[in-house]
């Protein structure tokens, strides 16, 4: 089962622009948190946000959390070639127990 | 230690064959997971343990057998697997409650033949 769906699918920018994700999920949360995977490998956690924060920080990466719409985005700015990877965002669904749900994911790709 | 160990790395299986995936962990982590991903595709939950008890099988068939031997082993017993089974397995586990992150092995990159 997914719980989000990101948007867009697939980003292709050049280094030093910002890229935009954006994730909207299905049920009620406490929290959702955002995953990087590199080609093939395991996936990093990112950010955590909780339903009672609006926006987090940590380093280029800016999460909002937007609860009445049920939607996250992550922005990274000032991107470099090294963040080409898939970006998930994942909450925990109460029928699962403790275990993250995934979203479909996007694609970003920065070209030097 | 915060990592989660998973091995083999690859691994190639005829659709006759017996073979394991081991999952390790060393910070004492009480929920592991079994995910599935597919190519260009988000990871699926499999199987969730806590306190080494099976709590969730997401439907996955019994080709798939998991075990949690102890609080620090996983594996993924695999037996008369198919073509399809073929895809990266993710071994995680996660502190208490669901506010913490989910530390993900490398996977094991699968192939039925």
């Known amino acids: 089962s997914q719980q989000g769906e990101e948007d867009p699918q697939a980003l292709s920018i050049q280094e030093g622009e910002n890229a935009t994700m954006n994730c909207s999920y299905k049920?009620?949360?406490?929290?959702l948190q955002w995953y990087r995977q590199n080609s093939g490998r395991g996936l990093v956690h990112l950010i955590l946000i909780r339903s009672n924060e609006r926006e987090k920080h940590s380093g280029r990466l800016r999460v909002t959390l937007d609860t009445s719409k049920k939607s996250s985005s992550l922005l990274i700015t000032a991107s470099r070639a090294a963040d080409t990877a898939s970006y998930f965002c994942?909450?925990?669904?109460?029928?699962?127990?403790?275990?993250?749900?995934f979203g479909k994911g996007t694609t970003l790709s920065v070209s030097s | 230690d915060t990592e989660v160990t998973q091995t083999p790395k690859h691994l190639v299986m005829g659709m006759t064959n017996k073979k394991s995936l081991k999952c390790e962990q060393h910070?004492?982590?009480?929920?592991m997971y079994w995910y599935k991903q597919k190519a260009k595709k988000p990871p699926e939950l499999m199987f969730v343990?806590?306190?080494?008890?099976?709590?969730i099988n997401e439907s996955v068939p019994s080709r798939f057998s998991p075990e949690c031997p102890n609080s620090s082993l996983l594996n993924l017993h695999l037996h008369a697997l198919q073509p399809e089974d073929s895809a990266l397995y993710l071994c995680?586990?996660?502190?208490?409650?669901?506010?913490?992150?989910?530390?993900f092995g490398q996977g094991t990159r699968l192939t039925v033949v």
């Open positions: 049920t009620s949360i406490n929290n």
């Open positions: 994942a909450t925990v669904n109460n029928q699962a127990g403790t275990a993250l749900i």
């Open positions: 910070m004492g982590h009480r929920a």
């Open positions: 995680a586990s996660k502190g208490r409650g669901g506010g913490s992150e989910a530390f």
């Open positions: 343990y806590s306190y080494e008890k099976l709590s």
